[in-house]
């Protein structure tokens, strides 16, 4: 099992900007690939970025085309018991508004899949 804990979200006015953070832990040499998702109300659960690494040493991230060039997803892998993933979020609109949510899965070659979910964070975001 993987354990997954988001941080930092809140309230935030429009054009502003926050950094998210997930904590993963337990069995985290399952997995190679942490992905934050999001929810607005009344809408369909969408992938927001995802980041991947590979035994062979490349890392791969991939964003949603409406927060390309906005948002940012990096991963920090120094502590061999946990993972930390981060999103940061610049120039947020109303359409960014919703739960996020953080990911845990594997990509063995034909696409992540995500298996390991945590509680979300709400990202409120107002005019």
């Known amino acids: 099992q993987v354990q997954l804990v988001e941080s930092g979200g809140g309230s935030v006015q429009a054009g502003g900007s926050l950094n998210l953070s997930c904590v993963a832990s337990g069995h985290i040499a399952r997995i190679n690939c942490l992905g934050w998702f999001r929810q607005a109300p009344g809408k369909e659960r969408e992938r927001v970025a995802h980041i991947c690494r590979y035994s062979f040493g490349q890392v791969r991230t991939k964003y949603a085309d409406s927060v390309q060039g906005r948002f940012s997803i990096s991963q920090d892998i120094a502590d061999k018991v946990k993972n930390t993933v981060f999103l940061q979020m610049n120039d947020l609109t109303s359409d960014d508004n919703g739960m996020y949510y953080c990911?845990?899965?594997?990509?063995?070659?034909?696409?992540?899949?995500?298996?390991?979910w945590g509680q979300g964070t709400q990202v409120p975001v107002s005019a």
């Open positions: 990911a845990a899965g594997v990509d063995a070659g034909i696409g992540p899949r995500f298996d390991f």
